[in-house]
């Protein structure tokens, strides 16, 4: 029975890999000589060439394969893949490698080799110093101890002290660094539920999380692990209750910190997503000027590593050009010039939809939706809107689904649809109403779309001067006025009093901002 990729594992792996990936595997079948072996290469061949999992397939190209031992046989296969990719990733993936050499030495240990043993150990201890990796150090001090203690002469007080304190010192570090990242996981977790805080109960309920398990720590006196944490911490914190300028604050010392260690080109994913956070903060405060700095460094990154990173960086590195190019647009307000290129990120990210994350899914489709809103291509824009509200998954980002729900009201108002502009308005009120989350914001809009077949054309332009009012009335308050970091209505209800198009208001305040 045929089933989707989803439910095949074998099947999304082979199709991960790259094509040097692939070849190492070909030149590793190549060498298997065992008959029976060469039944799961015949498998490979099989799964490569089908564009989705079909079991029948299958069999119809493997006539003596019985469907008995095809569950063993994608077992064993899926092994092979996998021992072929790590050996083919050994050089480029220092995790990987230092846990090979951690293995070498275990092995040289137990054959009571222990000179060899600790040659390598202090060749591996210099690798995880230059990566930063504290891990690593701490299960090399333990072998290290081992073996020094088999040093029955040579053993000494001054040997046995140092590697006391350096363990005290490291196991300090290590539980500093993962109390931060246990902490920065508990609040993107509330993030990716709810999105920024809603009230003032919940932005105390955050505060209390937060500093309740705030590890005890001293900023002057870091170690790397220590403020990567920390920011990656601090960062979801101030996203959390909006304070968009501490955001930018952490992410600066987060890029920096991997500058001044030179890991930028060790490291790339995890100096990527900050960077891709720090763009993300300043397009929250506006600041074109430094956005666009840090932009031309996300397009210099490009150039020097993309053929040199690994699949899953590659992917990141897309999703970020992608998102924060739309940012870009949204910041000058010139949806034509950038409209070309940003078609071309979106395809591209299409094409590996499959391994991106759904919030970064919901973000990107969100920001298409407004990409095309603004190039006056609506049923794009209402298409991508679909894919964020009909997302199956009813707990992941409440707020930008809902603002999604408001967006794509505007659009069918703007179409002049008013039969599906009644249907979508029902939705929508039931949706917020369901999750607790409509707000002053939610319920204006809400009520002036339901007036709106009522209301004469020479009456329009007076009451979408009276929504306007209503808006800024709402501005002072944080949490009312968050909807308008998801979309420039105020810009759309210009647009609509001066008879202009959306992209043309956007773009003057764009360049009178600047």
């Given at each position: 029975m045929a089933k989707t990729s989803h439910a095949q594992p074998l099947f999304q792996l082979i199709h991960a890999l790259t094509k040097s990936e692939k070849r190492s595997f070909k030149l590793y079948a190549g060498k298997v000589s065992d008959p029976s072996e060469a039944k799961f290469v015949k498998l490979f061949d099989v799964l490569e060439g089908m564009e989705a999992y079909d079991e029948d397939q299958i069999f119809k190209k493997m006539p003596d394969l019985k469907r008995s031992q095809l569950a063993n046989m994608k077992s064993h296969l899926f092994k092979q893949v996998l021992m072929v990719l790590r050996q083919s990733q050994i050089k480029t993936d220092v995790d990987i490698m230092l846990r090979e050499n951690l293995d070498y030495v275990r092995l040289l240990f137990k054959k009571g080799l222990y000179e060899q043993s600790m040659k390598m150990l202090q060749k591996t201890k210099a690798t995880a110093n230059n990566y930063k990796k504290n891990i690593f150090k701490l299960a090399l001090l333990n072998y290290e101890k081992n073996i020094e203690n088999q040093q029955m002469l040579s053993l000494d007080q001054t040997t046995c002290?140092?590697?006391?304190?350096?363990?005290?010192?490291?196991?300090?570090?290590?539980?500093?660094?993962?109390?931060?990242?246990?902490?920065?996981?508990?609040?993107?977790?509330?993030?990716?539920?709810?999105?920024?805080?809603?009230?003032?109960?919940?932005?105390?309920?955050?505060?209390?999380?937060?500093?309740?398990?705030?590890?005890?720590?001293?900023?002057?006196?870091?170690?790397?692990?220590?403020?990567?944490?920390?920011?990656?911490?601090?960062?979801?914190?101030?996203?959390?209750?909006?304070?968009?300028?501490?955001?930018?604050?952490?992410t600066e010392i987060w890029v920096s910190i991997f500058k001044e260690s030179n890991l930028t080109h060790l490291r790339h994913a995890e100096f990527l997503r900050g960077l891709n956070r720090l763009l993300q903060s300043l397009f929250r405060i506006n600041d074109v000027d430094r956005f666009s700095i840090y932009y031309e460094e996300l397009l210099e990154f490009e150039k020097l590593y993309a053929k040199a990173i690994d699949g899953n960086s590659k992917q990141l590195l897309v999703r970020c050009l992608t998102i924060q190019t739309l940012n870009k647009c949204f910041l000058e307000g010139d949806f034509k010039q950038y409209g070309p290129k940003l078609e071309r990120y979106l395809g591209k990210l299409e094409e590996s939809l499959e391994y991106v994350d759904s919030n970064n899914q919901l973000v990107v489709f969100y920001k298409a939706a407004i990409l095309y809103f603004g190039l006056g291509k609506y049923e794009k824009s209402l298409a991508y809107l679909d894919r964020v509200i009909d997302n199956k998954?009813?707990?992941?980002?409440?707020?930008?689904?809902?603002?999604?729900?408001?967006?794509?009201?505007?659009?069918?108002?703007?179409?002049?649809?008013?039969d599906n502009l009644?249907?979508?308005?029902?939705r929508a009120f039931v949706y917020l109403r369901q999750r607790n989350i409509l707000g002053q914001f939610h319920h204006i809009i809400l009520q002036f779309l339901k007036k709106t077949e009522d209301i004469m054309p020479l009456d329009l332009k007076g009451e979408l001067i009276t929504l306007r009012t209503s808006l800024q009335g709402l501005l002072e308050d944080k949490f009312e006025a968050k909807p308008l970091l998801y979309f420039d209505i105020m810009s759309w209800l210009e647009s609509k009093i001066t008879s202009r198009p959306f992209h043309e208001v956007v773009k003057e305040l764009a360049e009178s901002k600047h």
């Open positions: 002290l140092k590697l006391d304190k350096d363990t005290k010192s490291l196991l300090r570090k290590i539980n500093v660094a993962q109390a931060f990242f246990s902490l920065a996981l508990r609040m993107k977790a509330h993030f990716l539920r709810s999105g920024m805080a809603r009230n003032e109960d919940e932005l105390e309920k955050i505060n209390k999380i937060f500093y309740g398990n705030l590890p005890e720590h001293d900023k002057t006196h870091l170690s790397f692990s220590e403020q990567y944490n920390m920011c990656r911490a601090y960062y979801w914190f101030s996203y959390l209750t909006q304070d968009f300028t501490s955001c930018v604050k952490y998954n009813d707990q992941l980002r409440e707020d930008l689904k809902s603002f999604a729900y408001i967006l794509y009201l505007i659009v069918l108002y703007d179409m002049r649809d008013l009644k249907t979508m308005r029902n």
